[in-house]
Nanobody
Framework: QVQLVESGGGLVQAGGSLRLSCAASGRTFSNYAMAWFRQAPGKERDVVAA????????YYADSVKGRFTISRDNAKSTVYLQMNSLRPEDTAVYYCAGSRSGLWDLSYVTSWGQGTQVTVSS
């Protein structure tokens, strides 16, 4: 498995921006499709954005399309999530995840980061 460490969360006002980073170590990063999930209190953990092994294909949940951008730098073994026009409903713990299969049902995720809190105030 690849080990994942997130950074970049925090408190921001509605309409603001944050950039999350996830640094990977331990295995060949380019063997993993990567994604960002989020989990708000009392809710399920859902994928918000995903990126393929080479970065050529991305997926976004409808709730973040046009506001969030996922990217990766395989030379730095890092995946990013640029979050713009943040809303209070984006408040959650954000998790970085890796999947060798590229499938994002929770059972297919082989690596998780520890999570980073994002809080958007109104």
């Amino acid at each position: 498995q690849v080990q994942l460490v997130e950074s970049g969360g925090g408190l921001v006002q509605a309409g603001g921006s944050l950039r999350l980073s996830c640094a990977a170590s331990g295995r060949t990063f380019s063997n993993y499709a990567m994604a960002w999930f989020r989990q708000a209190p009392g809710k399920e953990r859902d994928v918000v954005a995903a990126i393929s092994w080479t970065g050529g294909s991305m997926y976004y949940a409808d709730s973040v399309k046009g506001r969030f951008t996922i990217s990766r730098d395989n030379a730095k073994s890092t995946v990013y999530l640029q979050m713009n026009s943040l809303r209070p409903e984006d408040t959650a713990v954000y998790y970085c995840a890796g999947s060798r299969s590229g499938l994002w049902d929770l059972s297919y995720v082989t690596s998780w980061g520890q999570g980073t809190q994002v809080t958007v105030s109104s």
